[in-house]
C-alpha cells in the first residue's frame, strides 16, 4: 500500500527561498529475496526511471541490462525481470563493460535509454588496480543512445540506437562531439571530474533531449537537443540528423535527470552537483522545451531560464556505511489535477531500504503548479 505524509508546497521563489520538500507519497519496490546479489546491486545504484500500464522499468549503473517490474498494489512494485540489452543489440556481452544507464523515457511504444557516455577513473580504494589511475578498459556498452520498441503488452521486441565503434567507446554523438571545440576537450577527462557525463532523457518522437551532468560551463548546465533518423525502419541503427546544445540556468547545478511534462511542451529538470559532492538537489521546470526548433548554424549562447519548484534535497553529506540518498531517476506523472514527481535515490539511507527482502522506496513530490 501507499505511505503517505504531510507535503510542503513551495511557491515560485528562487532557490534560497524554497523550503525543504517533503514527500507526499512513496513508491514501494520489492527486488528479490534477501541475499540475491543482483537486486541488491540494483537497490544500491537505481539511476533511471520510467513507468505505464502498470510496468515499472528501472536502469542502474552497475550492469547492462534493465529491470522491469510489476505494479502490485497502489504504490507498490514487485515481480522483477531482467531485460538484457545484448538481447537486442543495445549492448556487447561481458566484456563491453556496464552499460551505465543513466536515463529513461517512454514515448509511444518506444522506450528511450542513454548510457553516461563517460570514461572511468579507478577509485580510491579499487581492488582490481592502482588506485586512482583510469581503468584500463574503458566501458563501450556505456556509449548507448536507442530505444527498445514495446509490443502491445509492454514487452520488448527490437532495439535500436545510434551507430557505434565496435573497436574503442564511443558512438554517432561522441563522434560528434569531439568536432565541437567547446566540449571536445572534456571528453578525455573521466567522469565526477566535469568530464563529458550524460544523465536524463526526455522523447517526443524522433526528436530527443539529453541531459548532461558535466561538462558544466562556467555555472551553465548543457543539454543536447537531438532529432534521430531511422526510427520509421526496421534496421537497428539510428542516425544523427541534427544536434544543437541548450543552455540552462540551473543555479551552477547539473542534469541528473529529465521528464515530459504529459499533454505539455514543458519538461522537469532533476538538477543536482555535476561532481561527487553531495550537494543541494531541485526539481526545475523548463517551460517549452519541445517547442519550435532552432534552425541555423549552432554557435550562439542563449541562456534559458527555468522555475525552481522543488528542493528535493538539503546538500548535507551522507552518513558512512548508511547511504547518501542521491537524487538520480525522475517520472512525472498527472495526479487528479495536478503533477507527481517521482524521485528514486542512488546509495538510498538504510532507512529507505529497510523491510522484507531486498527492497527500496522511491519519493512522490505534488508539483507546485
Known sequence: MGIWAACL???????????????????????????DKEAEDLQQNLSAQASRDGVLWLGGDEDSNLYRLQRLGEHHYGDLQRVKLKD????????????????????????????????????????????????????????????????????????????????????????????????????????KE?????????????????????????????????????????????????????????????VRDLAVVPGSDDVLVLAGPSMTLAGPCYLYRWRNAFGAEHNGPDTKVTLEETEPLLWIRDGRPGRPNEGSDKPEGLEVQPHGSRLLAWVAYDDPTAGRRKGQGVQTRLDGFLVPE
Request: charged share 25%; aromatic share 4%; proline share 6%.
Open 88 to 191: 537486442f543489440a543495445l549492448a556487447e556481452g561481458r566484456g563491453g563493460g556496464e552499460s551505465d544507464i543513466e536515463g529513461l523515457a517512454l514515448d509511444g511504444d518506444r522506450l528511450w535509454l542513454v548510457g553516461s557516455h563517460s570514461l572511468r577513473r579507478r577509485k580510491h580504494n579499487d581492488r582490481e588496480g592502482p588506485h586512482l589511475d583510469m581503468h584500463d578498459d574503458q566501458s563501450r556498452n556505456a556509449h548507448v543512445l536507442g530505444c527498445l520498441r514495446l509490443d502491445g503488452a509492454g514487452l520488448p521486441v527490437a532495439g535500436q540506437r545510434l551507430a557505434f565503434d565496435t573497436a574503442s567507446p564511443g558512438d554517432a554523438l561522441t563522434k560528434d562531439l569531439a568536432g565541437n571545440p567547446r566540449i571536445a576537450p572534456f571528453l578525455a577527462i573521466p567522469s
Open 194 to 254: 566535469n568530464g563529458l557525463d550524460i544523465e536524463g532523457i526526455a522523447a517526443r518522437g524522433d526528436r530527443v533531449l539529453v541531459g548532461m551532468r558535466s561538462p558544466v560551463l562556467r555555472g551553465i548546465a548543457l543539454v543536447l537537443d537531438l532529432r534521430l533518423g531511422g526510427l520509421d525502419g526496421d534496421g537497428p541503427i539510428l542516425s544523427l540528423v541534427r544536434r544543437r546544445f541548450r543552455y540552462l540556468q540551473l543555479a551552477g547545478l547539473a
Open 9 to 35: 508546497l513551495p511557491m515560485h521563489h528562487p532557490e534560497a527561498d524554497l523550503p525543504l520538500a517533503r514527500f507526499c507519497y512513496q513508491r514501494i519496490l520489492a527486488m528479490g529475496e534477501a541475499g
